[in-house]
Protein backbone atom coordinates (compact mmCIF):
# COMPACT_ATOMS: atom_id res chain seq x y z
CA UNK A 1 0.00 0.00 0.00
CA UNK A 2 1.43 3.93 -0.78
CA UNK A 3 2.51 5.40 2.45
CA UNK A 4 -0.04 7.51 3.67
CA UNK A 5 0.91 11.51 3.23
CA UNK A 6 -0.28 14.11 5.87
CA UNK A 7 -2.39 16.99 5.71
CA UNK A 8 -0.49 19.74 4.11
CA UNK A 9 0.08 22.26 5.99
CA UNK A 10 1.00 25.54 4.51
CA UNK A 11 1.58 27.69 7.71
CA UNK A 12 4.22 25.25 8.39
CA UNK A 13 6.20 26.31 4.61
CA UNK A 14 5.56 29.66 4.73
CA UNK A 15 6.23 31.82 7.36
CA UNK A 16 4.03 34.81 5.62
CA UNK A 17 0.77 32.28 5.49
CA UNK A 18 0.43 31.51 9.18
CA UNK A 19 -1.30 33.32 11.84
CA UNK A 20 0.29 35.21 14.06
CA UNK A 21 -1.77 35.87 17.24
CA UNK A 22 -1.60 39.16 18.71
CA UNK A 23 0.86 39.67 21.27
CA UNK A 24 0.25 40.43 24.66
CA UNK A 25 0.93 43.74 26.04
CA UNK A 26 -0.86 46.73 27.67
CA UNK A 27 -3.53 48.23 25.44
CA UNK A 28 -6.24 50.41 25.85
CA UNK A 29 -9.35 49.76 24.41
CA UNK A 30 -11.95 51.83 23.46
CA UNK A 31 -15.63 51.50 21.94
CA UNK A 32 -16.74 52.91 18.51
CA UNK A 33 -20.15 52.86 20.14
CA UNK A 34 -18.51 56.31 21.46
CA UNK A 35 -17.33 59.57 20.22
CA UNK A 36 -14.56 60.41 18.85
CA UNK A 37 -15.24 57.30 16.75
CA UNK A 38 -17.70 57.89 13.48
CA UNK A 39 -19.81 55.03 12.58
CA UNK A 40 -20.40 55.31 9.07
CA UNK A 41 -22.23 53.61 6.70
CA UNK A 42 -24.91 52.23 8.94
CA UNK A 43 -28.29 55.07 8.59
CA UNK A 44 -29.92 53.88 11.52
CA UNK A 45 -26.60 54.02 14.20
CA UNK A 46 -27.09 57.23 15.56
CA UNK A 47 -30.38 56.87 16.49
CA UNK A 48 -30.48 53.27 17.90
CA UNK A 49 -26.42 52.25 18.37
CA UNK A 50 -26.59 49.03 16.29
CA UNK A 51 -24.33 47.92 14.35
CA UNK A 52 -27.09 46.39 11.69
CA UNK A 53 -28.24 48.29 8.00
CA UNK A 54 -31.99 48.83 8.69
CA UNK A 55 -34.21 49.86 11.89
CA UNK A 56 -34.54 47.14 14.52
CA UNK A 57 -38.11 47.82 13.75
CA UNK A 58 -38.90 48.51 10.41
CA UNK A 59 -42.17 51.05 9.75
CA UNK A 60 -43.02 48.47 7.16
CA UNK A 61 -42.74 44.88 6.67
CA UNK A 62 -40.28 43.30 5.43
CA UNK A 63 -39.03 39.50 5.05
CA UNK A 64 -37.40 37.53 6.74
CA UNK A 65 -34.38 37.08 4.39
CA UNK A 66 -34.13 40.47 4.29
CA UNK A 67 -33.95 40.90 8.11
CA UNK A 68 -31.82 38.64 8.48
CA UNK A 69 -29.33 39.82 6.45
CA UNK A 70 -29.45 43.77 7.50
CA UNK A 71 -27.48 42.44 10.59
CA UNK A 72 -24.79 42.02 8.02
CA UNK A 73 -22.40 44.94 8.42
CA UNK A 74 -21.58 45.78 4.77
CA UNK A 75 -20.48 49.39 4.11
CA UNK A 76 -20.04 49.73 8.28
CA UNK A 77 -17.46 52.04 8.39
CA UNK A 78 -15.48 53.24 11.60
CA UNK A 79 -13.55 56.42 11.34
CA UNK A 80 -11.36 57.75 13.50
CA UNK A 81 -7.40 59.74 13.98
CA UNK A 82 -4.75 58.62 16.46
CA UNK A 83 -1.51 58.82 17.00
CA UNK A 84 -0.73 54.92 18.39
CA UNK A 85 1.78 53.52 16.80
CA UNK A 86 -0.18 50.43 17.95
CA UNK A 87 -3.48 49.30 16.22
CA UNK A 88 -5.76 46.53 17.19
CA UNK A 89 -9.42 45.23 17.17
CA UNK A 90 -11.34 42.96 19.28
CA UNK A 91 -14.28 41.53 17.97
CA UNK A 92 -17.50 39.36 18.28
CA UNK A 93 -19.38 37.83 15.64
CA UNK A 94 -22.92 36.80 14.71
CA UNK A 95 -21.93 33.50 13.37
CA UNK A 96 -18.74 31.86 12.20
CA UNK A 97 -17.46 31.66 8.57
CA UNK A 98 -18.89 29.46 6.84
CA UNK A 99 -19.08 30.61 2.83
CA UNK A 100 -18.10 28.17 0.59
CA UNK A 101 -17.00 30.89 -2.39
CA UNK A 102 -16.04 34.01 -0.52
CA UNK A 103 -13.15 34.20 2.06
CA UNK A 104 -13.46 34.35 5.64
CA UNK A 105 -11.69 37.79 5.76
CA UNK A 106 -14.48 39.06 3.31
CA UNK A 107 -17.35 38.10 4.88
CA UNK A 108 -16.03 38.02 8.75
CA UNK A 109 -13.30 40.28 8.69
CA UNK A 110 -12.35 43.95 8.81
CA UNK A 111 -9.53 45.93 7.13
CA UNK A 112 -7.56 48.92 7.26
CA UNK A 113 -7.28 51.87 5.46
CA UNK A 114 -4.71 54.81 6.09
CA UNK A 115 -5.03 58.62 4.55
CA UNK A 116 -1.68 59.69 3.18
CA UNK A 117 -1.63 62.69 0.78
CA UNK A 118 -5.38 62.82 0.36
CA UNK A 119 -5.27 59.23 -0.77
CA UNK A 120 -6.81 56.50 1.15
CA UNK A 121 -3.78 53.64 1.02
CA UNK A 122 -4.98 49.92 2.48
CA UNK A 123 -2.77 49.02 5.72
CA UNK A 124 -3.85 45.25 6.35
CA UNK A 125 -6.70 42.77 6.99
CA UNK A 126 -7.59 41.14 10.32
CA UNK A 127 -6.23 37.51 10.29
CA UNK A 128 -7.89 34.82 12.84
CA UNK A 129 -9.10 31.57 12.93
CA UNK A 130 -12.24 31.20 11.03
CA UNK A 131 -14.11 28.48 12.94
CA UNK A 132 -14.09 31.11 15.82
CA UNK A 133 -17.10 33.68 16.33
CA UNK A 134 -14.45 35.96 18.68
CA UNK A 135 -11.48 36.99 17.82
CA UNK A 136 -8.79 39.55 18.27
CA UNK A 137 -6.10 40.68 15.61
CA UNK A 138 -3.35 43.31 15.05
CA UNK A 139 -3.61 45.85 12.03
CA UNK A 140 -0.22 47.95 12.94
CA UNK A 141 2.04 47.27 15.63
CA UNK A 142 5.52 49.03 14.68
CA UNK A 143 4.35 52.35 13.10
CA UNK A 144 5.75 55.85 13.80
CA UNK A 145 3.70 57.64 16.37
CA UNK A 146 2.13 60.33 14.50
CA UNK A 147 -1.78 60.94 13.90
CA UNK A 148 -3.36 59.52 11.70
CA UNK A 149 -6.54 59.46 9.56
CA UNK A 150 -8.31 55.81 9.69
CA UNK A 151 -10.71 53.92 8.12
CA UNK A 152 -11.77 50.63 9.79
CA UNK A 153 -14.20 48.65 7.15
CA UNK A 154 -16.79 46.15 8.79
CA UNK A 155 -17.68 43.04 7.39
CA UNK A 156 -19.68 42.00 4.21
CA UNK A 157 -21.58 39.10 5.10
CA UNK A 158 -21.52 38.53 9.10
CA UNK A 159 -23.54 40.22 11.60
CA UNK A 160 -21.47 42.03 14.27
CA UNK A 161 -22.18 42.17 18.02
CA UNK A 162 -19.51 43.66 19.73
CA UNK A 163 -16.22 45.29 18.42
CA UNK A 164 -13.29 47.23 20.98
CA UNK A 165 -10.50 49.19 19.38
CA UNK A 166 -7.22 48.96 20.77
CA UNK A 167 -4.33 51.20 21.34
CA UNK A 168 -1.83 52.27 23.10
CA UNK A 169 -2.48 53.24 26.88
CA UNK A 170 -0.86 56.88 26.22
CA UNK A 171 -2.17 57.20 22.44
CA UNK A 172 -4.44 60.14 21.31
CA UNK A 173 -7.82 59.19 19.83
CA UNK A 174 -9.54 62.11 18.36
CA UNK A 175 -12.86 62.39 15.19
CA UNK A 176 -12.24 61.94 11.68
CA UNK A 177 -11.50 64.61 9.31
CA UNK A 178 -15.14 65.37 8.20
CA UNK A 179 -16.25 64.72 4.96
CA UNK A 180 -15.69 67.45 1.89
CA UNK A 181 -19.15 67.00 0.88
CA UNK A 182 -22.67 66.62 2.79
CA UNK A 183 -25.41 63.75 2.12
CA UNK A 184 -25.42 60.14 1.59
CA UNK A 185 -24.57 57.88 -1.86
CA UNK A 186 -27.75 54.85 -1.13
CA UNK A 187 -27.22 52.02 -3.04
CA UNK A 188 -29.98 49.33 -2.87
CA UNK A 189 -29.26 46.09 -4.50
CA UNK A 190 -28.46 42.58 -4.48
CA UNK A 191 -25.54 40.15 -3.45
CA UNK A 192 -23.21 42.22 -6.08
CA UNK A 193 -23.87 45.14 -3.88
CA UNK A 194 -23.29 43.98 -0.38
CA UNK A 195 -20.31 42.67 -1.75
CA UNK A 196 -20.37 39.34 -2.82
CA UNK A 197 -17.12 37.79 -2.82
CA UNK A 198 -14.88 39.78 -2.50
CA UNK A 199 -11.78 39.17 -0.43
CA UNK A 200 -12.19 41.69 1.97
CA UNK A 201 -14.38 44.56 2.84
CA UNK A 202 -12.57 47.15 1.45
CA UNK A 203 -13.03 45.61 -1.95
CA UNK A 204 -16.23 45.58 -2.04
CA UNK A 205 -17.51 48.10 -5.16
CA UNK A 206 -19.30 50.71 -2.85
CA UNK A 207 -16.17 50.67 -0.57
CA UNK A 208 -14.36 51.52 -3.23
CA UNK A 209 -16.08 54.19 -4.45
CA UNK A 210 -16.29 55.42 -0.49
CA UNK A 211 -12.52 56.45 -0.90
CA UNK A 212 -12.83 58.09 -4.69
CA UNK A 213 -15.68 60.75 -3.22
CA UNK A 214 -15.60 62.88 -0.26
CA UNK A 215 -19.12 61.97 1.81
CA UNK A 216 -20.76 58.99 3.84
CA UNK A 217 -21.68 55.47 1.88
CA UNK A 218 -24.88 53.67 2.48
CA UNK A 219 -24.64 49.72 1.45
CA UNK A 220 -28.45 48.55 1.23
CA UNK A 221 -27.49 45.25 -0.84
CA UNK A 222 -29.51 42.34 0.43
CA UNK A 223 -28.29 38.73 -0.89
CA UNK A 224 -30.51 36.98 -3.31
CA UNK A 225 -33.52 39.45 -1.58
CA UNK A 226 -32.94 42.95 -3.79
CA UNK A 227 -36.22 42.42 -5.43
CA UNK A 228 -37.27 46.05 -5.51
CA UNK A 229 -40.55 45.60 -2.63
CA UNK A 230 -42.41 48.67 -2.02
CA UNK A 231 -41.77 48.55 1.66
CA UNK A 232 -38.21 48.82 1.08
CA UNK A 233 -38.66 52.23 -1.23
CA UNK A 234 -40.80 53.13 2.40
CA UNK A 235 -38.23 52.44 4.43
CA UNK A 236 -35.15 53.59 2.42
CA UNK A 237 -37.02 57.21 1.64
CA UNK A 238 -36.80 57.82 5.62
CA UNK A 239 -33.08 58.11 5.31
CA UNK A 240 -32.19 61.60 5.98
CA UNK A 241 -29.39 63.31 3.68
CA UNK A 242 -29.48 61.62 0.65
CA UNK A 243 -27.24 62.56 -2.48
CA UNK A 244 -28.29 60.22 -4.35
CA UNK A 245 -30.05 56.51 -4.57
CA UNK A 246 -28.30 54.29 -6.87
CA UNK A 247 -30.65 50.78 -7.93
CA UNK A 248 -28.70 48.11 -8.74
CA UNK A 249 -31.22 45.28 -8.17
CA UNK A 250 -32.11 43.91 -11.66
CA UNK A 251 -29.89 40.60 -10.61
CA UNK A 252 -32.70 39.42 -7.88
CA UNK A 253 -35.73 40.40 -10.48
CA UNK A 254 -37.16 37.78 -11.92
CA UNK A 255 -37.97 38.75 -14.92
CA UNK A 256 -38.47 42.16 -17.44
CA UNK A 257 -41.95 41.87 -16.55
CA UNK A 258 -41.24 42.18 -12.70
CA UNK A 259 -38.81 44.59 -13.41
CA UNK A 260 -41.48 46.55 -15.47
CA UNK A 261 -43.75 46.68 -12.16
CA UNK A 262 -41.54 47.61 -9.60
CA UNK A 263 -39.01 49.73 -10.74
CA UNK A 264 -41.75 52.58 -11.92
CA UNK A 265 -43.20 51.71 -8.36
CA UNK A 266 -40.03 52.02 -6.51
CA UNK A 267 -39.19 55.36 -8.24
CA UNK A 268 -42.57 56.84 -7.17
CA UNK A 269 -42.38 56.08 -3.80
CA UNK A 270 -38.71 57.92 -3.53
CA UNK A 271 -39.74 60.48 -5.26
CA UNK A 272 -42.98 61.45 -2.90
CA UNK A 273 -40.48 62.11 -0.49
CA UNK A 274 -37.59 63.52 -2.51
CA UNK A 275 -38.53 65.13 -5.42
CA UNK A 276 -35.11 66.22 -6.76
CA UNK A 277 -32.66 63.74 -5.34
CA UNK A 278 -30.53 62.12 -8.05
CA UNK A 279 -31.16 58.61 -9.01
CA UNK A 280 -29.54 56.12 -10.89
CA UNK A 281 -30.58 53.01 -12.30
CA UNK A 282 -27.57 50.86 -12.88
CA UNK A 283 -28.27 47.49 -15.08
CA UNK A 284 -26.46 44.55 -13.77
CA UNK A 285 -23.23 42.99 -15.30
CA UNK A 286 -22.41 40.46 -17.45
CA UNK A 287 -22.46 37.18 -16.39
CA UNK A 288 -20.57 34.51 -17.92
CA UNK A 289 -22.74 31.81 -19.08
CA UNK A 290 -24.30 34.33 -21.59
CA UNK A 291 -21.60 33.10 -23.78
CA UNK A 292 -22.88 29.92 -23.80
CA UNK A 293 -26.32 30.41 -23.91
CA UNK A 294 -28.24 33.04 -25.90
CA UNK A 295 -30.97 33.15 -23.82
CA UNK A 296 -29.41 34.22 -20.26
CA UNK A 297 -28.43 37.40 -23.16
CA UNK A 298 -31.79 37.56 -24.33
CA UNK A 299 -33.28 37.85 -20.74
CA UNK A 300 -30.51 40.73 -19.21
CA UNK A 301 -30.80 42.41 -22.68
CA UNK A 302 -35.06 42.51 -22.26
CA UNK A 303 -34.17 43.61 -18.62
CA UNK A 304 -32.06 46.33 -19.53
CA UNK A 305 -34.49 47.81 -21.66
CA UNK A 306 -36.93 48.08 -19.47
CA UNK A 307 -34.72 49.94 -17.30
CA UNK A 308 -33.53 51.96 -20.09
CA UNK A 309 -37.02 53.11 -20.83
CA UNK A 310 -38.62 53.52 -17.66
CA UNK A 311 -35.58 56.21 -16.92
CA UNK A 312 -36.42 57.64 -20.58
CA UNK A 313 -40.03 58.08 -19.71
CA UNK A 314 -39.56 59.84 -16.18
CA UNK A 315 -37.17 62.34 -18.46
CA UNK A 316 -39.89 63.21 -20.76
CA UNK A 317 -42.17 63.46 -17.81
CA UNK A 318 -39.85 66.17 -16.22
CA UNK A 319 -37.63 64.18 -13.89
CA UNK A 320 -34.39 66.10 -14.23
CA UNK A 321 -32.38 63.89 -12.17
CA UNK A 322 -32.43 60.79 -13.04
CA UNK A 323 -29.98 58.48 -14.89
CA UNK A 324 -29.68 55.44 -16.49
CA UNK A 325 -26.50 53.56 -16.53
CA UNK A 326 -25.62 50.33 -18.36
CA UNK A 327 -23.49 48.02 -15.98
CA UNK A 328 -23.31 44.93 -18.80
CA UNK A 329 -20.23 46.57 -19.89
CA UNK A 330 -18.23 47.09 -16.13
CA UNK A 331 -16.00 44.42 -16.03
CA UNK A 332 -14.21 44.61 -19.68
CA UNK A 333 -14.44 42.48 -22.54
CA UNK A 334 -12.75 39.84 -20.39
CA UNK A 335 -16.22 39.80 -18.08
CA UNK A 336 -15.81 36.16 -17.51
CA UNK A 337 -12.56 36.10 -15.60
CA UNK A 338 -13.89 38.81 -13.38
CA UNK A 339 -16.20 36.56 -11.16
CA UNK A 340 -15.89 33.52 -8.84
CA UNK A 341 -18.60 31.80 -10.13
CA UNK A 342 -19.65 33.46 -13.18
CA UNK A 343 -21.98 35.68 -11.41
CA UNK A 344 -20.19 37.35 -8.24
CA UNK A 345 -17.44 39.39 -8.95
CA UNK A 346 -13.89 38.90 -7.67
CA UNK A 347 -11.41 42.25 -6.46
CA UNK A 348 -11.02 42.51 -9.88
CA UNK A 349 -14.25 42.59 -10.80
CA UNK A 350 -15.35 45.32 -8.30
CA UNK A 351 -12.18 47.14 -8.93
CA UNK A 352 -13.27 47.52 -12.51
CA UNK A 353 -17.11 48.47 -11.58
CA UNK A 354 -15.80 51.03 -9.07
CA UNK A 355 -13.70 52.23 -12.25
CA UNK A 356 -16.44 52.19 -14.72
CA UNK A 357 -18.87 54.03 -12.04
CA UNK A 358 -16.37 56.79 -11.09
CA UNK A 359 -17.08 59.17 -13.82
CA UNK A 360 -21.00 58.15 -13.53
CA UNK A 361 -20.98 58.69 -10.08
CA UNK A 362 -19.50 62.17 -10.57
CA UNK A 363 -22.10 63.29 -12.61
CA UNK A 364 -24.61 62.26 -10.26
CA UNK A 365 -22.96 63.86 -7.45
CA UNK A 366 -21.72 66.82 -9.34
CA UNK A 367 -18.77 66.19 -7.97
CA UNK A 368 -15.75 67.53 -9.63
CA UNK A 369 -13.03 64.69 -9.82
CA UNK A 370 -10.56 66.71 -11.47
Known amino acids: MPEEKKALRIDELDANMSLELPQTGDT?????????????????????GVYRRLPKSPAHKISNAVEELANCTAGGQIRFQTNSAVLKIRVKLQGAANMYHMPATGQCGFDCYIESEGKWLYYSTTTYDHTKTEYESVFFDALEKQNRNIIINFP???????????????????????????????FYGTSITQGGCA????????????RKFPLEFINLGFSGSGLGEPELAEIIA??????????????????A?????????FINIYRRVHPEVPILVLSKIKYAREQFFEEAMKARLAMKQVQEET????????????????GSELLGEDFEECTVDGVHPT???????????????????GINQA
Open 156 to 186: LYQGVLDVEIGVEPNAEVIAPIPYKHAGRAI
Open 238 to 255: TIPDPACLVLDYEANCLN
Open 28 to 48: KWLSPLHAPFHIAGLAWFEEE
Open 257 to 265: ERMGITLPE
Open 199 to 210: CRPGMAYTNILS
Open 347 to 365: DLGFLRMAEGLTPVMAQVL
Open 311 to 326: VAQRQRQGDRNIYFYD
